[in-house]
T-cell receptor, first 116, second 114 residues
Framework: EAQVTQNPRYLITVTGKKLTVTCSQN?????MSWYRQDPGLGLRQIYY???????DKGDVPEGYKVSRKEKRNFPLILESPSPNQTSLYFC???????????????FGQGTRLTVV | GNSVTQMEGPVTLSEEAFLTINCTYT??????LFWYVQYPGEGLQLLLK?????DKGSNKGFEATYRKETTSFHLEKGSVQVSDSAVYFC?????????????FGSGTRLQVQP
């Protein structure tokens, strides 16, 4: 079954304690990205990756890091989490397309993070 | 830059009522437009899409028409069911060869009562 898998689904942590949220896709997609979802703001892109070893900032990258060492995995790293990073996080992947950017994105089930 | 504006929710309807969720956008060029649905406790799923002006996307009884003249992509369904209760997101994908990001609206929660 084609899917994007995130772990963990729920996480409560304390300020400053490094954490990693994993994301894996089994569709051989080139493109992967991370979004955060906050009430009234919709989803905002944090980081994205066009392919292995190619990553770049999205709209709200401060306080986050990512890596793309393998095509299927795209972990999100919070080196020193703060309470304003409490949010619902989604990983998404999509295949490479040329021309018009009409590509559908496939989303993971989300990770609800609480930083106290 | 790109932006998407959706009507505020929640929208509460009785079963079999007609649904409209308004969505307007701002973008340069000719974006592709999407509606995603998020059921409770789940990730986002693509509901329908349209890639050029006057295209109509449809799925599961939902429809939306890409209107370039009014920069709109309103979601409609003729008869909603309790199982349609979810959060609906309008989104666009601009002609941006670099980021390929989706720009989302803030989401509209739909509650359908029996």
């Amino acid at each position: 079954e084609a899917q994007v898998t995130q772990n963990p689904r729920y996480l409560i942590t304390v300020t400053g304690k490094k954490l990693t949220v994993t994301c894996s896709q089994n569709m051989n997609h080139e493109y992967m990205s991370w979004y955060r979802q906050d009430p009234g703001l919709g989803l905002r892109q944090i980081y994205y990756s066009m392919n292995v070893e190619v990553t770049d900032k999205g709209d709200v990258p401060e306080g986050y890091k990512v890596s793309r060492k393998e095509k299927r995995n795209f972990p999100l790293i919070l080196e020193s989490p703060s309470p304003n990073q409490t949010s619902l996080y989604f990983c998404a992947s999509s295949p490479k397309r040329t021309g018009i950017a009409n590509t559908e994105a496939f989303f993971g089930q989300g990770t609800r993070l609480t930083v106290v | 830059g790109n932006s998407v504006t959706q009507m505020e929710g929640p929208v509460t309807l009785s079963e079999e009522a007609f649904l409209t969720i308004n969505c307007t956008y701002t973008a340069t060029g000719y974006p592709s437009l999407f509606w995603y649905v998020q059921y409770p406790g789940e990730g986002l799923q693509l509901l329908l899409k349209a890639t050029k002006a006057d295209d109509k996307g449809s799925n599961k009884g939902f429809e939306a028409t890409y209107r370039k003249e009014t920069t709109s992509f309103h979601l409609e369904k003729g008869s909603v069911q309790v199982s349609d209760s979810a959060v609906y997101f309008c989104a666009l994908s601009g002609v941006d060869t670099g980021r390929r990001a989706l720009t989302f609206g803030s989401g509209t929660r739909l509650q359908v009562q029996p």
